[in-house]
């Protein structure tokens, strides 16, 4: 293995972590039923939690995505599970064979395009309004980004008198309906502090010792297999090409 392609492989896996960690904090955030996020709202200081799900069905699961900025339900109840909206107009709904479906008048479905909602919602949305329904999935689930689970500022919440410390913002719920069940996707909102993100470092460290460690191998290997030859083979050439590619 010659000096140069060794170095650059090792270079370029020690800078991987550190790329992968600056594509993250900066890639607009996006859904994949829902519409793209059309604006550059953070997540990073804030992690959500849910705390229940009701009614309890069998079949029915929600997680957090990205920390605190989308939300993802499964439906396999075998019955429609419904979203609504800000105002408590359907937003959407997951459907018993699987199609997920976006109210397209349903003020949400605009509001939700913006981390902040900084957006114009067009007269013919209406918390009143009939619902239209538009296909969007065909997986048996929804996801999307909901202003309910994320603080709705750039601005540090007062709740946060010392930013070092881990500190609860606020309870959230987000309306929900299995079959003709009423319930709720309910939740708290936390602030978490500078040291609670990715130990970069660490990651780096480790890269670099386990690639290190791995051309060390190969090199004792390489020389053990050129000792192992009889000595007339080692001609001129042989013995020049190993002084170039010696470290």
Request: glycine fraction near 8%; avoid cysteine.
């Amino acid at each position: 293995m010659s000096r140069r392609p060794t170095l650059a492989l090792l270079g370029a896996l020690i800078l991987l972590p550190a790329a992968g960690a600056h594509a993250a904090s900066t890639q607009t955030n996006t859904t994949e039923s829902g519409n793209p996020i059309n604006d550059q709202g953070s997540s990073y200081h804030y992690r959500t939690y849910i705390t229940s799900v009701t009614p309890k069905a069998p079949g029915l699961s929600v997680e957090v995505l990205e920390f605190a900025d989308r939300l993802l339900l499964r439906n396999h109840t075998g019955k429609t599970v419904t979203i609504y909206g800000y105002s408590g107009e359907p937003y959407a709904r997951v459907l018993p064979e699987g199609g997920a479906e976006q109210n397209a008048r349903s003020p949400a479905v605009y509001l939700n395009t913006s981390f902040y909602a900084n957006v114009t919602v067009p007269p013919s949305a209406s918390a009143s309004a009939t619902p239209r329904w538009q296909a969007v999935d065909r997986t048996g689930q929804f996801e999307w980004h909901d202003h309910r689970i994320h603080w709705m500022s750039p601005v540090t919440p007062p709740q946060v008198k010392d930013t070092g410390k881990r500190t609860k913002i606020f309870d959230w719920t987000v309306p929900i309906k299995v079959g003709t069940q009423p319930g709720a996707i309910s939740g708290e909102l936390f602030w978490v502090p500078e040291s609670s993100k990715a130990p970069i470092g660490a990651i780096v460290a480790f890269v670099a010792i386990a690639v290190i460690g791995l051309l060390m191998v190969l090199l004792v290997r390489r020389r053990r297999r050129r000792g192992s030859r009889p000595d007339g083979e080692v001609g001129d050439a042989a013995q020049g090409s190993a002084s170039r590619e010696a470290w």
